[in-house]
Protein backbone atom coordinates (compact mmCIF):
# COMPACT_ATOMS: atom_id res chain seq x y z
CA UNK A 1 0.00 0.00 0.00
CA UNK A 2 1.05 3.20 -0.65
CA UNK A 3 1.70 5.73 2.14
CA UNK A 4 -0.37 9.06 2.40
CA UNK A 5 1.87 11.95 2.60
CA UNK A 6 0.17 13.89 5.38
CA UNK A 7 3.23 14.58 7.76
CA UNK A 8 4.18 18.59 7.96
CA UNK A 9 7.27 18.24 10.23
CA UNK A 10 7.51 21.00 12.55
CA UNK A 11 11.28 20.98 13.29
CA UNK A 12 13.36 22.79 15.09
CA UNK A 13 16.34 23.56 17.63
CA UNK A 14 14.81 24.19 21.22
CA UNK A 15 13.36 27.53 21.98
CA UNK A 16 13.06 28.44 18.14
CA UNK A 17 9.39 28.99 17.56
CA UNK A 18 8.39 25.79 17.52
CA UNK A 19 5.85 25.82 20.30
CA UNK A 20 4.59 29.36 19.07
CA UNK A 21 3.86 28.15 15.48
CA UNK A 22 2.14 24.94 17.01
CA UNK A 23 -0.43 27.22 19.06
CA UNK A 24 -0.56 29.50 15.55
CA UNK A 25 -1.67 26.26 13.87
CA UNK A 26 -4.51 25.59 16.80
CA UNK A 27 -5.48 29.18 16.54
CA UNK A 28 -5.98 28.56 12.92
CA UNK A 29 -7.82 25.38 13.20
CA UNK A 30 -10.40 26.69 16.17
CA UNK A 31 -11.35 29.79 15.12
CA UNK A 32 -8.79 32.28 16.36
CA UNK A 33 -8.56 30.46 20.08
CA UNK A 34 -6.24 28.85 21.48
CA UNK A 35 -5.48 26.99 24.77
CA UNK A 36 -1.68 26.53 25.01
CA UNK A 37 -2.73 23.06 27.26
CA UNK A 38 -4.91 22.03 24.19
CA UNK A 39 -2.86 22.74 21.61
CA UNK A 40 -4.40 20.94 18.74
CA UNK A 41 -1.40 19.88 16.53
CA UNK A 42 -0.96 16.28 16.13
CA UNK A 43 2.01 15.37 18.41
CA UNK A 44 5.46 15.17 19.20
CA UNK A 45 7.90 12.53 17.24
CA UNK A 46 9.99 11.90 20.56
CA UNK A 47 6.68 11.40 22.73
CA UNK A 48 6.09 7.49 23.32
CA UNK A 49 2.13 7.88 23.84
CA UNK A 50 1.63 8.08 20.68
CA UNK A 51 3.64 4.95 19.44
CA UNK A 52 1.80 2.68 22.01
CA UNK A 53 -1.92 3.74 20.95
CA UNK A 54 -1.22 3.22 17.36
CA UNK A 55 1.28 -0.10 17.93
CA UNK A 56 -0.72 -1.69 20.85
CA UNK A 57 3.12 -1.76 22.67
CA UNK A 58 4.95 -0.80 25.44
CA UNK A 59 7.42 2.02 24.45
CA UNK A 60 9.39 0.82 27.30
CA UNK A 61 9.74 -2.50 26.18
CA UNK A 62 10.36 -2.22 22.89
CA UNK A 63 13.84 -3.86 21.80
CA UNK A 64 16.27 -1.38 20.75
CA UNK A 65 17.29 -2.54 17.92
CA UNK A 66 13.56 -2.42 16.84
CA UNK A 67 12.50 1.07 18.04
CA UNK A 68 13.25 3.56 15.12
CA UNK A 69 11.50 1.00 12.37
CA UNK A 70 8.40 0.66 14.99
CA UNK A 71 8.22 4.67 15.54
CA UNK A 72 8.49 5.04 11.01
CA UNK A 73 5.90 2.62 11.00
CA UNK A 74 3.51 4.65 13.84
CA UNK A 75 3.86 7.53 11.81
CA UNK A 76 2.99 6.00 8.98
CA UNK A 77 0.37 4.34 9.82
CA UNK A 78 -0.93 8.24 11.79
CA UNK A 79 -0.38 9.62 8.36
CA UNK A 80 -2.50 7.24 6.50
CA UNK A 81 -4.96 7.42 8.52
CA UNK A 82 -4.98 10.98 8.71
CA UNK A 83 -7.96 13.43 7.16
CA UNK A 84 -5.42 16.37 6.69
CA UNK A 85 -2.24 17.45 7.55
CA UNK A 86 -0.67 16.32 10.57
CA UNK A 87 1.45 18.85 12.25
CA UNK A 88 4.49 17.08 14.49
CA UNK A 89 6.86 18.66 16.18
CA UNK A 90 10.81 17.37 15.96
CA UNK A 91 13.85 18.78 18.08
CA UNK A 92 15.98 15.82 16.79
CA UNK A 93 19.05 16.38 14.47
CA UNK A 94 17.62 14.77 10.88
CA UNK A 95 19.76 11.92 10.42
CA UNK A 96 20.22 8.32 9.57
CA UNK A 97 19.29 5.84 12.28
CA UNK A 98 21.88 4.12 13.49
CA UNK A 99 20.27 1.25 14.55
CA UNK A 100 18.47 0.48 11.28
CA UNK A 101 20.46 2.92 8.45
CA UNK A 102 16.97 4.70 7.24
CA UNK A 103 16.69 8.33 8.24
CA UNK A 104 15.12 8.71 11.47
CA UNK A 105 11.72 10.12 10.35
CA UNK A 106 9.78 8.03 7.37
CA UNK A 107 10.11 9.94 4.28
CA UNK A 108 7.45 8.08 2.94
CA UNK A 109 4.55 9.25 4.98
CA UNK A 110 6.42 13.11 4.60
CA UNK A 111 4.56 16.02 2.38
CA UNK A 112 7.11 18.72 4.00
CA UNK A 113 9.27 20.35 7.14
CA UNK A 114 9.01 23.46 7.68
CA UNK A 115 12.24 24.62 10.14
CA UNK A 116 12.11 27.39 12.72
CA UNK A 117 15.89 28.88 12.94
CA UNK A 118 16.61 31.37 15.41
CA UNK A 119 19.94 33.25 15.84
CA UNK A 120 21.66 30.80 18.39
CA UNK A 121 23.03 33.52 20.56
CA UNK A 122 19.55 34.46 21.36
CA UNK A 123 18.76 30.63 21.69
CA UNK A 124 21.43 30.51 24.38
CA UNK A 125 19.47 33.20 26.40
CA UNK A 126 16.24 31.19 25.76
CA UNK A 127 17.78 27.88 26.66
CA UNK A 128 19.37 29.05 29.97
CA UNK A 129 15.86 29.54 31.03
CA UNK A 130 13.93 26.86 29.75
CA UNK A 131 16.49 24.47 31.35
CA UNK A 132 17.43 26.44 34.64
CA UNK A 133 21.18 26.24 33.73
CA UNK A 134 23.68 29.14 33.82
CA UNK A 135 24.19 31.29 30.22
CA UNK A 136 27.59 29.36 30.28
CA UNK A 137 26.12 25.98 30.78
CA UNK A 138 23.39 26.61 28.83
CA UNK A 139 26.85 27.80 25.48
CA UNK A 140 29.28 24.86 26.53
CA UNK A 141 26.60 22.07 27.06
CA UNK A 142 23.91 22.50 24.57
CA UNK A 143 24.45 25.48 21.87
CA UNK A 144 28.24 24.38 20.98
CA UNK A 145 27.97 20.67 22.13
CA UNK A 146 28.00 18.17 19.16
CA UNK A 147 27.19 15.14 21.34
CA UNK A 148 24.12 16.79 23.21
CA UNK A 149 21.07 14.24 23.71
CA UNK A 150 17.44 16.08 25.10
CA UNK A 151 16.67 12.85 27.26
CA UNK A 152 19.35 10.69 27.49
CA UNK A 153 19.39 7.23 27.94
CA UNK A 154 18.48 6.43 31.89
CA UNK A 155 17.70 4.14 34.30
CA UNK A 156 14.13 5.38 35.10
CA UNK A 157 11.17 6.30 32.63
CA UNK A 158 10.47 8.93 30.43
CA UNK A 159 7.71 10.08 28.25
CA UNK A 160 9.90 10.68 25.87
CA UNK A 161 12.36 9.08 23.65
CA UNK A 162 15.86 10.05 23.38
CA UNK A 163 16.48 12.77 20.71
CA UNK A 164 19.98 13.66 19.71
CA UNK A 165 20.22 17.19 19.33
CA UNK A 166 23.96 17.98 18.50
CA UNK A 167 24.80 21.40 17.82
CA UNK A 168 23.09 24.31 16.61
CA UNK A 169 25.14 24.32 13.94
CA UNK A 170 24.92 20.63 13.11
CA UNK A 171 21.16 20.46 13.93
CA UNK A 172 20.56 23.65 10.99
CA UNK A 173 22.92 22.10 8.60
CA UNK A 174 21.14 18.24 9.00
CA UNK A 175 18.22 19.65 7.97
CA UNK A 176 19.32 21.69 5.03
CA UNK A 177 20.98 18.64 3.94
CA UNK A 178 17.44 16.93 3.88
CA UNK A 179 16.41 15.98 -0.53
CA UNK A 180 13.69 13.71 0.14
CA UNK A 181 11.03 16.27 0.84
CA UNK A 182 10.96 19.95 0.67
CA UNK A 183 12.42 21.47 3.94
CA UNK A 184 11.14 25.62 3.91
CA UNK A 185 13.26 27.75 6.92
CA UNK A 186 11.16 30.25 8.05
CA UNK A 187 13.49 32.47 10.52
CA UNK A 188 12.06 33.42 14.17
CA UNK A 189 13.03 36.75 13.78
CA UNK A 190 10.80 37.37 10.48
CA UNK A 191 7.81 35.78 12.22
CA UNK A 192 8.59 38.14 15.38
CA UNK A 193 9.40 41.63 12.81
CA UNK A 194 6.64 40.71 9.86
CA UNK A 195 4.20 37.98 10.62
CA UNK A 196 1.37 38.58 8.36
CA UNK A 197 3.56 38.43 5.47
CA UNK A 198 5.94 35.13 6.98
CA UNK A 199 3.14 33.10 8.09
CA UNK A 200 1.24 33.76 5.11
CA UNK A 201 4.26 32.69 3.32
CA UNK A 202 5.12 29.30 5.27
CA UNK A 203 1.02 27.92 4.83
CA UNK A 204 1.59 29.26 1.55
CA UNK A 205 4.51 26.80 0.92
CA UNK A 206 2.86 23.93 2.87
CA UNK A 207 -0.29 24.29 0.21
CA UNK A 208 -2.56 25.14 3.48
CA UNK A 209 -5.61 27.28 2.81
CA UNK A 210 -6.34 30.37 5.19
CA UNK A 211 -7.61 33.82 4.07
CA UNK A 212 -5.84 36.72 5.33
CA UNK A 213 -8.09 37.35 7.96
CA UNK A 214 -7.76 34.15 9.50
CA UNK A 215 -4.30 34.56 9.70
CA UNK A 216 -4.47 37.47 10.85
CA UNK A 217 -6.81 36.25 14.11
CA UNK A 218 -4.99 33.75 14.75
CA UNK A 219 -1.54 35.82 14.86
CA UNK A 220 -3.22 38.16 17.24
CA UNK A 221 -4.31 35.10 19.46
CA UNK A 222 -0.92 33.79 19.91
CA UNK A 223 1.10 37.35 20.54
CA UNK A 224 3.51 36.15 22.80
CA UNK A 225 2.05 37.93 25.78
CA UNK A 226 -1.22 36.56 25.40
CA UNK A 227 0.42 32.93 25.55
CA UNK A 228 2.71 34.20 28.53
CA UNK A 229 -0.73 34.97 30.03
CA UNK A 230 -2.19 31.95 29.89
CA UNK A 231 0.89 30.27 30.83
CA UNK A 232 0.88 32.68 34.25
CA UNK A 233 -2.82 31.69 34.91
CA UNK A 234 -3.22 28.02 33.95
CA UNK A 235 0.09 26.97 33.81
CA UNK A 236 1.39 25.00 30.76
CA UNK A 237 2.08 21.29 31.04
CA UNK A 238 4.73 21.43 28.53
CA UNK A 239 6.88 23.29 30.95
CA UNK A 240 10.20 21.52 32.18
CA UNK A 241 10.04 21.60 36.48
CA UNK A 242 13.59 23.31 36.03
CA UNK A 243 11.76 26.24 34.31
CA UNK A 244 9.90 29.10 35.64
CA UNK A 245 8.34 30.58 33.37
CA UNK A 246 8.17 28.57 29.42
CA UNK A 247 7.44 31.88 27.66
CA UNK A 248 9.80 33.59 28.87
CA UNK A 249 10.73 37.11 26.58
CA UNK A 250 10.55 36.16 23.07
CA UNK A 251 12.94 39.23 21.87
CA UNK A 252 14.88 39.47 19.56
CA UNK A 253 18.60 41.14 20.05
CA UNK A 254 18.80 40.10 24.07
CA UNK A 255 21.83 38.78 23.47
CA UNK A 256 23.53 42.38 22.89
CA UNK A 257 22.46 43.25 26.36
CA UNK A 258 22.60 39.40 28.14
CA UNK A 259 25.77 38.09 26.82
CA UNK A 260 29.33 39.12 27.22
CA UNK A 261 32.02 38.86 24.58
CA UNK A 262 33.44 35.37 25.51
CA UNK A 263 30.23 33.89 25.20
CA UNK A 264 29.30 35.66 22.00
CA UNK A 265 32.75 34.50 20.81
CA UNK A 266 32.30 31.36 21.42
CA UNK A 267 28.66 30.64 19.88
CA UNK A 268 30.08 32.07 16.79
CA UNK A 269 33.21 29.84 16.48
CA UNK A 270 31.22 26.79 17.01
CA UNK A 271 28.31 27.92 14.66
CA UNK A 272 29.86 29.88 12.12
CA UNK A 273 28.65 28.39 8.87
CA UNK A 274 24.82 28.22 9.26
CA UNK A 275 24.90 31.97 11.22
CA UNK A 276 26.10 32.94 8.49
CA UNK A 277 23.91 31.08 5.69
CA UNK A 278 21.12 32.72 7.94
CA UNK A 279 22.34 36.34 8.30
CA UNK A 280 23.23 36.27 12.04
CA UNK A 281 26.90 36.76 11.88
CA UNK A 282 26.63 40.47 11.49
CA UNK A 283 24.03 41.15 13.59
CA UNK B 1 0.11 -30.33 28.80
CA UNK B 2 0.48 -27.09 31.10
CA UNK B 3 -2.24 -25.46 33.11
CA UNK B 4 -2.09 -22.09 34.41
CA UNK B 5 -4.07 -19.05 36.28
CA UNK B 6 -3.99 -15.74 34.62
CA UNK B 7 -6.19 -12.65 35.00
CA UNK B 8 -8.95 -15.34 36.72
CA UNK B 9 -8.82 -17.28 33.42
CA UNK B 10 -7.74 -21.18 33.78
CA UNK B 11 -5.01 -21.79 30.48
CA UNK B 12 -3.81 -24.77 29.08
CA UNK B 13 -1.12 -24.80 26.83
CA UNK B 14 1.11 -27.61 25.21
CA UNK B 15 4.33 -26.00 25.93
CA UNK B 16 5.68 -24.06 29.36
CA UNK B 17 4.86 -20.51 29.76
CA UNK B 18 7.04 -19.54 32.65
CA UNK B 19 6.00 -16.22 33.26
CA UNK B 20 1.84 -17.27 34.47
CA UNK B 21 1.38 -18.80 37.71
CA UNK B 22 1.28 -22.72 37.84
CA UNK B 23 -2.36 -24.18 38.78
CA UNK B 24 -4.28 -27.60 38.76
CA UNK B 25 -8.12 -27.17 37.33
CA UNK B 26 -10.05 -30.31 36.38
CA UNK B 27 -11.52 -30.30 32.87
CA UNK B 28 -14.23 -28.46 31.87
CA UNK B 29 -15.79 -25.60 29.05
CA UNK B 30 -14.38 -22.21 30.23
CA UNK B 31 -10.43 -23.29 29.23
CA UNK B 32 -8.53 -20.94 27.12
CA UNK B 33 -6.14 -22.89 25.21
CA UNK B 34 -2.63 -22.09 23.80
CA UNK B 35 -1.03 -23.45 21.23
CA UNK B 36 1.68 -23.22 18.51
CA UNK B 37 0.35 -23.45 14.98
CA UNK B 38 0.05 -21.67 11.77
CA UNK B 39 -2.21 -17.69 11.82
CA UNK B 40 -4.25 -17.23 9.06
CA UNK B 41 -3.40 -13.77 6.80
CA UNK B 42 -6.98 -12.61 7.58
CA UNK B 43 -10.11 -12.65 10.21
CA UNK B 44 -13.10 -15.04 9.05
CA UNK B 45 -15.41 -11.98 9.37
CA UNK B 46 -15.79 -8.67 9.24
CA UNK B 47 -12.54 -6.36 10.24
CA UNK B 48 -13.42 -3.56 12.19
CA UNK B 49 -10.09 -1.99 12.79
CA UNK B 50 -6.91 -2.12 11.06
CA UNK B 51 -3.42 -1.03 12.92
CA UNK B 52 0.10 -1.67 11.76
CA UNK B 53 0.35 -4.58 14.11
CA UNK B 54 -3.63 -5.41 15.33
CA UNK B 55 -6.55 -6.52 12.80
CA UNK B 56 -9.88 -7.14 14.50
CA UNK B 57 -13.05 -7.38 15.16
CA UNK B 58 -15.41 -8.39 18.44
CA UNK B 59 -14.49 -12.28 18.22
CA UNK B 60 -10.97 -12.34 16.46
CA UNK B 61 -7.46 -10.69 16.73
CA UNK B 62 -4.26 -11.18 14.63
CA UNK B 63 -1.59 -9.54 16.52
CA UNK B 64 1.56 -9.51 14.43
CA UNK B 65 4.96 -8.44 16.07
CA UNK B 66 7.44 -7.87 12.88
CA UNK B 67 10.34 -10.64 13.70
CA UNK B 68 8.83 -11.97 16.91
CA UNK B 69 5.42 -13.73 16.48
CA UNK B 70 1.68 -13.35 15.10
CA UNK B 71 -1.05 -14.21 17.16
CA UNK B 72 -4.66 -15.14 16.29
CA UNK B 73 -6.78 -15.40 19.17
CA UNK B 74 -10.65 -16.07 18.91
CA UNK B 75 -13.80 -16.52 20.97
CA UNK B 76 -11.93 -15.65 24.14
CA UNK B 77 -11.07 -19.02 24.82
CA UNK B 78 -8.27 -19.92 22.08
CA UNK B 79 -4.84 -18.67 21.12
CA UNK B 80 -2.62 -19.52 18.33
CA UNK B 81 1.18 -18.82 18.46
CA UNK B 82 3.38 -18.28 15.43
CA UNK B 83 6.74 -17.63 16.45
CA UNK B 84 8.72 -15.76 13.98
CA UNK B 85 11.64 -15.42 16.06
CA UNK B 86 13.94 -18.43 17.98
CA UNK B 87 13.74 -16.30 21.41
CA UNK B 88 10.49 -17.61 22.66
CA UNK B 89 10.91 -15.44 25.72
CA UNK B 90 10.04 -12.39 23.52
CA UNK B 91 7.56 -14.02 21.54
CA UNK B 92 5.93 -15.00 25.57
CA UNK B 93 6.06 -11.63 26.54
CA UNK B 94 3.86 -10.32 24.32
CA UNK B 95 1.66 -13.47 25.19
CA UNK B 96 1.32 -11.39 28.86
CA UNK B 97 1.24 -7.94 28.22
CA UNK B 98 -0.85 -7.55 24.63
CA UNK B 99 -2.50 -11.19 23.99
CA UNK B 100 -4.11 -12.12 27.48
CA UNK B 101 -5.80 -8.66 27.69
CA UNK B 102 -7.16 -9.44 24.19
CA UNK B 103 -8.51 -12.10 25.53
CA UNK B 104 -10.30 -10.93 28.05
CA UNK B 105 -11.71 -8.45 26.00
CA UNK B 106 -12.97 -11.16 24.03
CA UNK B 107 -15.08 -12.43 27.08
CA UNK B 108 -16.71 -9.26 27.70
CA UNK B 109 -14.12 -8.50 30.62
CA UNK B 110 -12.20 -5.42 30.63
CA UNK B 111 -8.73 -5.27 32.58
CA UNK B 112 -7.87 -1.92 34.11
CA UNK B 113 -3.73 -0.64 34.30
CA UNK B 114 -3.21 -0.77 37.49
CA UNK B 115 -0.44 -2.39 40.07
CA UNK B 116 -1.47 -3.40 43.57
CA UNK B 117 -0.18 -4.30 46.83
CA UNK B 118 -2.00 -6.87 49.69
CA UNK B 119 -2.84 -5.17 52.75
CA UNK B 120 -2.85 -6.34 56.21
CA UNK B 121 -6.83 -6.76 56.34
CA UNK B 122 -6.19 -8.83 53.52
CA UNK B 123 -7.20 -5.93 51.02
CA UNK B 124 -5.75 -5.04 48.20
CA UNK B 125 -4.78 -1.10 47.57
CA UNK B 126 -4.43 -0.44 43.91
CA UNK B 127 -2.40 2.09 41.91
CA UNK B 128 -3.63 3.48 38.77
CA UNK B 129 -1.84 5.54 36.01
CA UNK B 130 -0.53 5.97 32.79
CA UNK B 131 2.58 4.26 31.52
CA UNK B 132 5.69 5.03 33.32
CA UNK B 133 3.28 7.29 36.61
CA UNK B 134 4.90 4.43 39.00
CA UNK B 135 2.70 1.75 39.50
CA UNK B 136 5.41 -0.91 40.40
CA UNK B 137 7.71 1.51 41.65
CA UNK B 138 5.22 2.47 44.48
CA UNK B 139 4.45 -1.01 44.73
CA UNK B 140 7.66 -2.17 45.05
CA UNK B 141 8.34 1.07 47.49
CA UNK B 142 5.84 -0.52 49.38
CA UNK B 143 7.01 -3.93 49.58
CA UNK B 144 10.14 -2.70 51.06
CA UNK B 145 7.85 -1.65 53.91
CA UNK B 146 6.66 -5.23 54.54
CA UNK B 147 3.41 -5.51 52.28
CA UNK B 148 3.12 -8.45 49.65
CA UNK B 149 3.05 -7.93 45.91
CA UNK B 150 -0.63 -8.88 44.22
CA UNK B 151 -0.33 -7.88 40.85
CA UNK B 152 1.41 -5.98 38.12
CA UNK B 153 0.46 -3.50 35.36
CA UNK B 154 -2.91 -5.40 34.89
CA UNK B 155 -6.09 -6.64 37.01
CA UNK B 156 -9.11 -7.59 36.34
CA UNK B 157 -11.78 -5.49 38.81
CA UNK B 158 -15.32 -7.01 39.00
CA UNK B 159 -18.11 -5.89 41.53
CA UNK B 160 -20.73 -8.25 43.46
CA UNK B 161 -23.25 -7.35 45.66
CA UNK B 162 -21.54 -3.84 46.07
CA UNK B 163 -18.08 -4.98 46.84
CA UNK B 164 -14.80 -4.57 44.21
CA UNK B 165 -12.78 -7.34 43.91
CA UNK B 166 -9.39 -7.79 41.86
CA UNK B 167 -7.82 -10.76 40.09
CA UNK B 168 -4.07 -10.58 39.64
CA UNK B 169 -2.69 -10.63 36.43
CA UNK B 170 0.64 -13.20 36.69
CA UNK B 171 3.66 -13.00 39.01
CA UNK B 172 5.91 -10.41 36.99
CA UNK B 173 6.90 -6.61 38.04
CA UNK B 174 8.16 -5.09 35.15
CA UNK B 175 10.23 -2.22 36.36
CA UNK B 176 12.81 0.03 36.09
CA UNK B 177 16.51 -0.05 36.84
CA UNK B 178 16.43 2.75 39.42
CA UNK B 179 13.78 1.32 41.01
CA UNK B 180 15.82 -1.97 40.95
CA UNK B 181 18.64 -0.76 42.97
CA UNK B 182 15.92 0.96 45.80
CA UNK B 183 14.23 -2.63 46.32
CA UNK B 184 15.43 -4.84 48.88
CA UNK B 185 12.91 -7.54 49.04
CA UNK B 186 14.03 -9.81 46.00
CA UNK B 187 17.34 -11.59 45.36
CA UNK B 188 19.05 -10.74 41.94
CA UNK B 189 17.60 -14.59 40.95
CA UNK B 190 14.29 -13.49 41.10
CA UNK B 191 15.46 -10.57 38.63
CA UNK B 192 15.54 -10.85 35.01
CA UNK B 193 15.83 -8.82 32.01
CA UNK B 194 12.34 -9.01 30.53
CA UNK B 195 13.18 -8.42 26.93
CA UNK B 196 16.54 -9.02 25.19
CA UNK B 197 17.92 -5.18 24.72
CA UNK B 198 14.65 -3.56 26.36
CA UNK B 199 14.47 -0.79 29.61
CA UNK B 200 12.91 -3.05 32.25
CA UNK B 201 13.25 -6.09 34.11
CA UNK B 202 11.26 -8.67 35.39
CA UNK B 203 10.83 -9.76 39.01
CA UNK B 204 9.45 -13.11 39.66
CA UNK B 205 7.21 -13.71 42.67
CA UNK B 206 5.43 -16.75 41.79
CA UNK B 207 6.51 -17.46 45.77
CA UNK B 208 3.79 -14.61 46.96
CA UNK B 209 1.41 -14.74 43.69
CA UNK B 210 -2.08 -15.11 44.73
CA UNK B 211 -4.46 -16.33 42.47
CA UNK B 212 -7.55 -15.42 44.56
CA UNK B 213 -10.02 -12.66 44.03
CA UNK B 214 -9.35 -10.37 46.79
CA UNK B 215 -11.47 -7.23 47.73
CA UNK B 216 -10.18 -4.04 46.80
CA UNK B 217 -10.32 -1.26 49.35
CA UNK B 218 -8.92 1.48 47.69
CA UNK B 219 -7.29 2.75 44.06
CA UNK B 220 -4.95 5.59 44.26
CA UNK B 221 -4.64 7.33 41.05
CA UNK B 222 -0.88 8.44 40.78
CA UNK B 223 0.55 11.49 38.85
CA UNK B 224 3.39 13.43 38.36
CA UNK B 225 2.72 17.53 39.76
CA UNK B 226 3.91 20.27 42.21
CA UNK B 227 6.57 20.16 44.16
CA UNK B 228 6.14 17.94 47.24
CA UNK B 229 3.73 14.01 47.62
CA UNK B 230 0.23 14.86 48.30
CA UNK B 231 -2.57 12.98 48.71
CA UNK B 232 -5.95 13.77 48.44
CA UNK B 233 -9.46 11.73 48.78
CA UNK B 234 -11.31 11.58 45.94
CA UNK B 235 -15.24 11.33 45.18
CA UNK B 236 -16.55 8.34 43.00
CA UNK B 237 -17.89 10.57 41.04
CA UNK B 238 -14.75 12.05 39.73
CA UNK B 239 -13.16 8.72 39.56
CA UNK B 240 -15.27 8.02 36.69
CA UNK B 241 -13.27 9.62 33.60
CA UNK B 242 -9.76 8.27 35.49
CA UNK B 243 -11.19 4.87 35.94
CA UNK B 244 -11.93 5.10 32.50
CA UNK B 245 -8.80 6.37 31.70
CA UNK B 246 -6.87 3.61 32.99
CA UNK B 247 -8.64 0.75 31.17
CA UNK B 248 -6.27 -1.44 29.81
CA UNK B 249 -5.45 -1.18 25.70
CA UNK B 250 -8.74 1.48 26.22
CA UNK B 251 -7.99 2.09 22.34
CA UNK B 252 -9.61 -1.11 21.60
CA UNK B 253 -12.56 -0.62 23.56
CA UNK B 254 -14.66 1.01 20.02
CA UNK B 255 -13.31 -1.27 17.94
CA UNK B 256 -14.25 -4.13 19.48
CA UNK B 257 -17.75 -2.60 20.02
CA UNK B 258 -16.85 -2.30 24.34
CA UNK B 259 -18.43 0.92 25.42
CA UNK B 260 -21.42 -0.57 27.10
CA UNK B 261 -19.04 -2.83 29.03
CA UNK B 262 -16.87 0.13 29.84
CA UNK B 263 -19.88 1.93 31.14
CA UNK B 264 -21.57 -0.65 33.02
CA UNK B 265 -17.80 -1.34 34.15
CA UNK B 266 -16.90 1.71 35.40
CA UNK B 267 -20.01 2.69 36.63
CA UNK B 268 -20.45 -0.51 39.29
CA UNK B 269 -16.52 -0.06 40.41
CA UNK B 270 -17.32 4.07 41.20
CA UNK B 271 -20.71 2.75 43.09
CA UNK B 272 -18.68 -0.06 44.61
CA UNK B 273 -17.77 0.25 48.42
CA UNK B 274 -14.00 1.29 48.03
CA UNK B 275 -12.11 4.25 48.09
CA UNK B 276 -10.55 6.72 46.13
CA UNK B 277 -7.90 8.60 46.15
CA UNK B 278 -4.94 11.02 44.24
CA UNK B 279 -1.61 10.54 44.93
CA UNK B 280 0.36 13.43 43.51
CA UNK B 281 4.54 13.02 43.42
CA UNK B 282 6.95 15.62 42.06
CA UNK B 283 8.46 14.72 38.58
CA UNK B 284 11.92 12.32 39.82
CA UNK B 285 12.05 8.98 40.76
CA UNK B 286 13.73 9.37 44.24
CA UNK B 287 9.68 10.81 45.33
CA UNK B 288 8.68 7.40 45.52
CA UNK B 289 9.99 6.12 48.98
CA UNK B 290 8.22 9.69 50.25
CA UNK B 291 5.31 8.45 48.40
CA UNK B 292 4.96 5.43 49.49
CA UNK B 293 5.78 6.71 53.41
CA UNK B 294 2.78 8.86 52.83
CA UNK B 295 0.43 5.88 51.05
CA UNK B 296 0.87 4.27 54.39
CA UNK B 297 0.28 7.17 57.06
CA UNK B 298 -2.74 8.56 54.87
CA UNK B 299 -4.41 5.81 53.56
CA UNK B 300 -3.44 2.58 54.72
CA UNK B 301 -3.82 3.09 58.27
CA UNK B 302 -6.57 4.28 57.23
CA UNK B 303 -8.59 1.68 55.27
CA UNK B 304 -6.67 -1.17 55.20
CA UNK B 305 -6.25 -1.75 59.42
Known amino acids: ?283 | MFKYFALGMQIQSEFEIPGLFPFDFPENDDIVMVEFGTVPDTLQNEILEVKPFSTFNEREFIFHIPEAAKYYITDGNRVLIEPLSDNLDEVLFYLYTGVLATVLYQKNILPFHVSGVVLKNNTVLLFAGHQRAGKSSTSIMLQNRGYLPFTDDTAVLQVSNGHCYATSSYPIIRAMERTLEKQMVYSEEEITPKIKEGFKFGINFHKKFIPEQLPVSGIVFLSEDGDEVTISPMKAADAIKLLKFNVYRKQWVHGMKKELLEFQTISQIAQSKLQFFTAKRPWETDSFESLAQAIEDQIIHQIGK
Open chain 1, 1 to 283: MENKKNIVWLASYPKSGNTWFRSFISALRNKGEVDINAISTEGIFSQKRGLEEYLDLDADEIPVSKMDHFKRISFNHQSNTAVEKCFVKIHDLYSISKIDHQPIVPEESTFAAIYFVRNPLDVSISMANHDGKTLDESISKVICNEQVHLVRFGKHAHDQFQQYLGSWNMHVESWKKVTAFPVFFVRYEDLKNNPQDTFTRVLKQIEYEATEEEIRSAIEATEFEKLKSQEAEFGFREKPKACKSFFNKGEVGQWKVQLNQEQTSLIKQFNEPMMREFGYWED
